[in-house]
């Protein structure tokens, strides 16, 4: 068997010299030695030196010596008994020939002709360096039966590229038993397309150990002759050799060439043959795979496990995918049950066998992953507690949240029980576990309001009433946590699924010590006002009333998106003598609210000592002007005013938090004398509003800076 070709990438056939990059020359020898000349008589003085340091160090500078006179001692060198000393032989080889001008053949060749005479030059030139190496090469083949010189020698050949080809092609018809096979590499690895023919040729022979090099070669070359390489592998694989086979197979499926279900059926039950063609299957286009992949993984082992997880993980990303998920279903209850052991054989868990995924090549976390997935469409027992338990491991969160929305309701009581156990007022039990707690948090909530919505359409069960009260006990308990992830999922959740009676322990949590928290509670309490509005606007009348629930009577009153008179003048006090975070609120309730009747206070805020407020008054500003018709002109061109002083602000921050809001900024033309000569980095729109003093369309009446 050969040995695994370089990886040159897509190549259509240029010599060598263009062919990609040759292996990196180790450091340990200096470029200034290479490329140092040296009497050719020191170099082959140096090559018979007992010193292997020494010999190489001399074969390194062959690189840079004539061909000619180089060619005994690179010889010499490639057969050298120390493999250090025949690999700086390979690149002092690459250096000359990288160094040879396009020979003839070669030229002819990229034009699409061969020469009569393949390997010579015209008549009257010196041979090129890779055709007088190639000949003195081949040569070697047939002479000496040193083997380093022998693996070195094709190295080298199939470095020479096409130059390489004609020659390799008649020495393969002219040479007999090992030096065939030797050959059969060589070619492979010239990467010319136009070496096919004669490898193709090869396959039939008698000799098996020439069949196998060729469908080698032939397989390494599908990235320069995609088509034609297909074709031959789709012939082999009913090849008499299950070498032959097994080959073809890889070479397709390195190519991601779909091989017929037909064909793959009677090569999974090889046991030689069945890794490859469970690799196979997953690029298969029938829906019978599924079905066959489902019936083995209740018997595999091992490896052979591995690769049914991953093949059927592919199929199920793919077209595919719902005859995955059937075929899921309908298998025997041990699948599911394998599947669900190997989703949970964590690396040095000492899970049980079958199966495990330790030795396998493979990387454990990717194949776990896969079966949780499997084992979530299949709907197996213990699905939902294996992904529970998987979200503990940050490797496997986004796939464990996946699996919990394959199973839907049914994950939800194993989630109520993690919860259960893990929600407690002491901090040290929530240490290394928060991340897991929050991520479940979130997961059962999106299955809560999914089945909220399907329910509505349904009617209402009991089941499912009773788990959505549970559910809403364990997010109520845990927006007291003191781990701010949890309690900030919990306060997120209850805006999705909470009750009318959620907001009294919403509001308090306007004002936890933890910010985002208060944020979160803030965001909590706008999305239950959306869903209960009469009782938000009866809770934001009491709310009013008190100091220190006016932050949250603000965010009440524009989640509403309307006020009432004593509503709007509740805002207007709070917006200036509130603290910051109610002003903030207030601001931009009362822009939301109010309408154009809000400018005044948006005036005011403007100059805020608070940045928070300046930027609320900037963003609702924004959002007003951009609110406004064309016939409400007054208003529009107030606005446009105090989006004048913003703009003659030369504040980044709260120009950026205008046009953020939908305030026109653009960088041209100044709307003022006084904003031309400021730095901020664009200007409002003009060509509305009032001329200003400085003549300039709706401008502001001066350049007056907040």
Request: aromatic share 2%; net charge negative; glycine share 8%.
């Amino acid at each position: 068997m050969s040995r695994a070709f370089d990886d040159l990438g897509p190549f259509e056939g240029p010599r060598a010299g263009d062919a990609g990059s040759w292996p990196a020359e180790p450091e340990s020898i200096s470029p200034s030695v290479r490329s140092t000349p040296m009497p050719i008589a020191a170099i082959a003085a140096a090559l018979s030196a007992d010193d292997a340091e020494e010999r190489r160090q001399a074969a390194a500078r062959l690189g840079r010596a004539d061909v000619v006179e180089a060619l005994p001692l690179l010889l010499r060198a490639l057969g050298d008994p120390d493999w250090r000393v025949r690999k700086e032989a390979t690149y002092a080889c690459h250096r000359l020939i990288q160094a040879a001008p396009v020979s003839a053949p070669a030229q002819l060749a990229a034009e699409g002709e061969r020469p009569a005479s393949p390997g010579a030059g015209t008549e009257g030139d010196r041979p090129s360096a890779p055709q007088l190496l190639v000949a003195a090469l081949l040569d070697a083949l047939q002479k000496s039966e040193d083997v380093g010189l022998r693996n070195a020698a094709i190295e080298v050949l199939g470095y020479c590229g096409r130059d390489a080809t004609p020659a390799l092609v008649d020495a393969l018809g002219a040479l007999a038993g090992d030096e065939r096979k030797l050959v059969v590499d060589a070619l492979g690895r010239t990467r010319d397309p136009a070496a096919l023919d004669p490898l193709y040729a090869a396959l039939a022979e008698q000799d098996d150990n020439l069949r196998q090099s060729a469908i080698e070669a032939i397989a390494g070359m599908g990235l320069i002759a995609r088509e034609r390489v297909t074709d031959i592998l789709y012939e082999r694989l009913a090849d008499r050799d299950r070498f032959v086979r097994l080959t073809s197979l890889n070479g397709l499926n390195g190519l991601e060439a779909p091989v017929p279900w037909r064909v793959l059926s009677s090569l999974i039950d090889d046991p030689i043959l069945r890794p490859a063609a469970l690799v196979a299957a997953a690029l298969a286009e029938s829906p019978e795979a599924p079905r066959a992949l489902c019936a083995a993984l209740a018997t595999a082992r091992g490896g052979a496990f591995a690769q049914l997880v991953r093949a059927l993980a592919r199929l199920a990303e793919g077209p595919l995918a719902s005859h995955a998920v059937d075929a899921l279903r309908e298998a025997p209850p041990e699948v599911g049950a394998r599947l669900v052991q190997a989703a949970g054989a964590a690396p040095g868990s000492g899970g049980a066998e079958p199966p495990s995924w330790r030795g396998l090549g493979a990387d454990p976390v990717s194949g776990r992953a896969q079966a949780l997935l499997l084992a979530a469409m299949a709907r197996a027992p213990g699905a939902a507690d294996a992904a529970v338990q998987a979200m503990i491991e940050p490797a496997l969160v986004e796939t464990a949240q996946r699996a919990l929305g394959l199973l839907g309701a049914e994950a939800l009581p194993s989630v109520l029980s993690y919860l259960e156990r893990h929600i407690d007022p002491d901090p040290d039990l929530w240490e290394g576990v928060d991340d897991a707690t929050a991520a479940l948090l979130d997961g059962a909530v999106a299955i809560a309001e999914q089945g909220g919505r399907e329910s509505a359409l349904e009617g209402e069960q009991p089941a499912a009433l009773a788990t959505l009260a549970e559910l809403l006990g364990a997010v109520r308990r845990s927006v007291r946590s003191p781990s701010t992830l949890v309690a900030t999922s919990a306060l997120y959740g209850l805006a999705k699924i909470g009750a009318a009676i959620d907001f009294p322990l919403v509001v308090s949590q306007t004002r936890a010590i933890s910010l985002p928290v208060a944020r979160a509670a803030e965001s909590a309490l706008a999305g239950l006002t959306e869903r209960y509005p009469e009782t938000a606007r009866e809770l934001a009348r009491g709310l009013a009333l008190a100091e220190d629930t006016q932050l949250a009577a603000a965010i009440v009153i524009e989640a509403l998106g309307d006020a009432e008179p004593e509503e709007i003048a509740f805002l207007t006090s709070v917006a200036s003598v509130g603290d910051v975070r109610a002003r903030r609120a207030a601001v931009t309730a009362i822009a939301a609210a109010a309408g154009v009747s809000a400018l005044d206070v948006l005036s005011l805020s403007l100059a805020d000592e608070e940045r928070e407020v300046r930027l609320a008054a900037a963003r609702s500003l924004g959002r007003l002007y951009a609110s406004l018709s064309d016939r409400a002109s007054d208003e529009r061109a107030r606005a446009r005013e105090l989006l004048g002083l913003v703009r003659a602000s030369g504040e980044p921050d709260l120009i950026a938090a205008a046009a953020q809001g939908g305030a026109p900024f653009r960088s041209d033309p100044p709307w003022s004398d006084a904003a031309e000569r400021l730095s901020a980095p664009v200007a409002i729109d003009g060509g509305e509003g009032p001329a200003s003093p400085s003549g300039m369309a709706g401008g502001p009446p001066s350049g007056k800076v907040l």
